[in-house]
């Protein structure tokens, strides 16, 4: 079993997670206008919810990764067979 968590760059220990939690927050994305000369000018937002993994460590550190970003379900999943191995 591997001792490290790797989420896109970021590595993270283990047996270091303190926490860990999925959430999700609602985000705004600016839609712009049709033609590609009016493109800095932003018409109103539209509004998503993203799904955010959430891990704090026992140095407390908070690390936050969205799904934009990457797949988080891979993650979780990964977290939960360290959770269920260690209990």
Known sequence: MNAFLTVGSTRI??????????FTKSKSYPVVGKSFLYKWLVKDYDYR???YLKITTFQKDIFKFDADEFDISAAVKELEQSSRASK
């Open 13 to 22: 220990r283990k047996s270091n997670i303190k926490d860990w939690g999925v």
């Open 49 to 51: 919810d993203v799904r």
